[in-house]
């Protein structure tokens, strides 16, 4: 059971930079991954009537189009001896950064975690 699809992106959550159902449907698989974890297993039980966890997954599988963009670019090219150095990503901050993107959608939702927060729960 997907939490969204190609359709909430485009019309419910008006998202603009995925262009295509078949990328949408590949990166959400890993939204409903990452949500699952911050959810501690709870969201595929949730009746998600207010559209919240549909909404976060969006705003997720956008936000993983974007740093697979990101990892993509160049950090460094070199002519002579053909060296290329691609951007390292730090995995923790990237985490981190989709955690508080999902939480916006998800507050008051009881999917969350209400403890004291551990660092690297979200590695």
Do not use: H, W
């Not at 963009?69 to 990237?94: H, M």
Request: neutral net charge; aromatic residues 8%; hydrophobic residues 35%.
């Amino acid at each position: 059971m997907a939490y969204a699809s190609f359709d909430d992106y485009r019309n419910l959550y008006c998202g603009r930079a995925i262009r295509d159902s078949e990328d949408f449907d590949r990166l959400e698989l890993r939204a409903e991954a990452v949500l699952n974890r911050l959810t501690v297993g709870r969201a595929p039980k949730y009746r998600d009537r207010e559209k919240k966890l549909c909404l976060a997954c969006c705003a997720v599988t956008e936000k993983l189009q974007e740093m697979g963009e990101r990892e993509r670019r160049l950090k460094r090219e070199t002519v002579g001896d053909c060296s290329v150095e691609y951007r390292l990503t730090d995995r923790k901050a990237d985490m981190t950064e989709l955690a508080a993107l999902a939480e916006m959608y998800l507050f008051g939702t009881g999917l969350l975690y209400c403890g004291i927060p551990c660092e690297g729960v979200y590695v």
